[in-house]
C-alpha cells in the first residue's frame, strides 16, 4: 500500500490529537479520523476504511474489546493495534481472542508508535516484551489453577467410583510418585505394617496388584 490510512480510537481528546499529530509526520501515513468510543469507531470504519485501527481499551458506550470483535466480524482485513496499559492484561488476553493484530503501550515513543503501525501492515504481531512477560506468568498461574482443579476432581472420583478413603488417596497419591512404603510410613508417621494394609486394600479396590502397574494406573487417573 502507498499510504496507511490510519482511524484513532480513543477517549481522551488529547491522547487522539497527540496520536494523530506524531503519524502525519511520516509521509506515508494518513490518519482518516478520530473516534471518542468504540460506537463512533464502528461507524467511521464503515466511511472511511481505514487499513489500521488504533483502539483504546477504556472507552464509554462501547469499549476497545467489544469494538475490536465488531469491527473484525465485520471488516476482517482492518488490522487493530490495541492502545493498552501495562495493567490491562485481562482486556488483551479477550483483545487477542477477538482479532486483534497487536499492542503498544500508551507510554510508546514516536517512533515507535510509527514502527508499530507500518511493521503491523507488514503482517507482524506487535507485542511489547513487558506484556508478553506479564501474560505469560497470569497464563502459567491459570493452568496451574486448572491442573490443581483437575487433580483434585480427579481425586473426587477415586472416592466414588472406586470407593478410596481419604487416606488411600494420600497413599495412593505417593504410590504413584514412586514413594516406598517406609517412606509413606515416615511422611504419615504411620507404622510400615500400616502402610502394608492400606497398600494391599489399594491393590484390591483397583484390581490391580504389582506395584509399578498400580503407580501408573493411579498417576493416569489422577491427570485424565
Same mark, same amino acid.
Given at each position: 500500500?502507498?499510504?496507511?490510512?490510519?482511524?484513532?480510537?480513543?477517549?481522551?481528546?488529547?491522547?487522539?490529537?497527540?496520536?494523530?499529530?506524531?503519524?502525519?509526520?511520516?509521509?506515508?501515513?494518513?490518519?482518516?479520523?478520530?473516534?471518542?468510543?468504540? $460506537?463512533?469507531?464502528?461507524?467511521?470504519?464503515?466511511?472511511?476504511?481505514?487499513? $489500521?485501527?488504533?483502539?483504546?481499551?477504556?472507552?464509554?458506550?462501547?469499549?476497545?474489546?467489544?469494538?475490536?470483535?465488531?469491527?473484525?466480524?465485520?471488516?476482517?482485513?482492518?488490522?487493530?493495534?490495541?492502545?493498552?496499559?501495562?495493567?490491562?492484561?485481562?482486556?488483551? $488476553?479477550?483483545?487477542?481472542?477477538?482479532?486483534?493484530?497487536?499492542?503498544?503501550?500508551?507510554?510508546?515513543?514516536?517512533?515507535?508508535?510509527?514502527?508499530?503501525?507500518?511493521?503491523?501492515?507488514?503482517?507482524?504481531?506487535?507485542?511489547?516484551?513487558?506484556?508478553?512477560?506479564?501474560?505469560?506468568?497470569?497464563?502459567?498461574?491459570?493452568?496451574?489453577?486448572?491442573?490443581?482443579?483437575?487433580?483434585?476432581?480427579?481425586?473426587?472420583?477415586?472416592?466414588?467410583?472406586?470407593?478410596?478413603?481419604?487416606?488411600?488417596?494420600?497413599?495412593?497419591?505417593?504410590?504413584?510418585?514412586?514413594?516406598?512404603?517406609?517412606?509413606?510410613?515416615?511422611?504419615?508417621?504411620?507404622?510400615?505394617?500400616?502402610?502394608?494394609?492400606?497398600?494391599?486394600?489399594?491393590?484390591?479396590?483397583?484390581?490391580?496388584?504389582?506395584?509399578?502397574?498400580?503407580?501408573?494406573?493411579?498417576?493416569?487417573?489422577?491427570?485424565?
Amino acid at each position: 500500500m502507498d499510504t496507511i490510512r490510519v482511524l484513532i480510537a480513543d477517549d481522551q481528546t488529547l491522547m487522539r490529537d497527540g496520536l494523530k499529530t506524531i503519524l502525519e509526520l511520516e509521509e506515508d501515513i494518513e490518519v482518516v479520523a478520530l473516534a471518542k468510543d468504540g $460506537v463512533e469507531a464502528l461507524e467511521l470504519c464503515s466511511k472511511t476504511e481505514p487499513h $489500521v485501527v488504533l483502539m483504546d481499551i477504556r472507552m464509554p458506550n462501547m469499549d476497545g474489546v467489544q469494538c475490536t470483535k465488531l469491527i473484525k466480524e465485520s471488516f476482517p482485513n482492518i488490522l487493530i493495534l490495541i492502545l493498552t496499559t501495562f495493567d490491562d492484561e485481562e482486556f488483551i $488476553v479477550s483483545s487477542l481472542n477477538h482479532g486483534a493484530t497487536g499492542y503498544i503501550l500508551k507510554d510508546i515513543d514516536g517512533d515507535g508508535l510509527i514502527k508499530a503501525v507500518k511493521d503491523v501492515c507488514r503482517g507482524d504481531f506487535i507485542l511489547p516484551s513487558k506484556i508478553a512477560i506479564k501474560l505469560a506468568g497470569k497464563i502459567a498461574k491459570e493452568y496451574s489453577y486448572d491442573s490443581e482443579k483437575r487433580i483434585k476432581d480427579n481425586e473426587s472420583k477415586l472416592l466414588n467410583l472406586l470407593g478410596l478413603t481419604e487416606k488411600e488417596i494420600e497413599i495412593a497419591k505417593m504410590l504413584a510418585q514412586g514413594f516406598t512404603n517406609k517412606q509413606i510410613a515416615s511422611s504419615l508417621y504411620i507404622s510400615g505394617g500400616t502402610v502394608k494394609n492400606y497398600v494391599s486394600n489399594l491393590y484390591s479396590k483397583i484390581g490391580i496388584s504389582d506395584r509399578t502397574s498400580a503407580a501408573i494406573y493411579i498417576k493416569d487417573l489422577l491427570n485424565q
